[in-house]
C-alpha cells in the first residue's frame, strides 16, 4: 500500500482529464474528513478497479467508485444518471476488487464500506457532490 498524492497531472483526453478532477476532488473530501487515502485506480487484474481506496480514523477500509458529471437542471441524487451507471455488474466488479485488494495486503477481521460519490459540475462555482455512505 502506498500514500497517493490527491493531485494528478493529467494530459491526453478531456474526459478522463475531467474524471479524474472530480477524483480529485473526492480524494481530498475525504482526507478532510480524516480519512487516509491507501490507494487510487486500484486495479485488479482483469476484474475491476476501484477509485479511491481510505481508512478512517477507526480502522475502517472504504472503497470509493466515483462518477464526474455535468448535471442537468432537476436531477438530482439516485434519480441521476450517474448512479444510473453503477449498475449490479459495476458493483460486483467493484467488490470483486475490494477483497482482492484485502487478501493482497493481508487485510482480515477489518470492517469495509463501498460509498459513492457524484461530482456534478454545474454552472455554479463549486461543483455539488452527492455522497452515498454504504452505498451498496
Known amino acids: 500500500m502506498h500514500d497517493k498524492s490527491c493531485t494528478t497531472f493529467t494530459t491526453g483526453m478531456r474526459r478522463k482529464a475531467f474524471a479524474q478532477e472530480g477524483e ?32 478512517d480514523a ?31 455488474k459495476k458493483r460486483r466488479k467493484i467488490t470483486i476488487s475490494a477483497l482482492m485488494f484485502l487478501a493482497r495486503y493481508n487485510l482480515v477481521n477489518v470492517g469495509v464500506r463501498f460509498d459513492v460519490m457524484v461530482i456534478e459540475y454545474t454552472d455554479a462555482p463549486k ?5 452515498v455512505k454504504d452505498a451498496f
Open 24 to 55: 480529485d476532488l473526492a480524494c481530498n473530501l475525504y482526507i478532510d474528513n480524516g480519512y487516509t487515502i491507501l490507494d487510487r485506480n486500484y486495479h485488479a487484474r482483469r476484474f475491476g478497479e476501484v477509485d479511491l481506496i481510505a481508512q
Open 58 to 88: 477507526d480502522g475502517l477500509i472504504v472503497f470509493c467508485e466515483v462518477k464526474t458529471r455535468h448535471r442537468e437542471p432537476g436531477l438530482m441524487g439516485f434519480e441521476h444518471p450517474a448512479f444510473d451507471a453503477i449498475t449490479p
Open 127 to 131: 461543483p455539488v457532490v452527492t455522497w
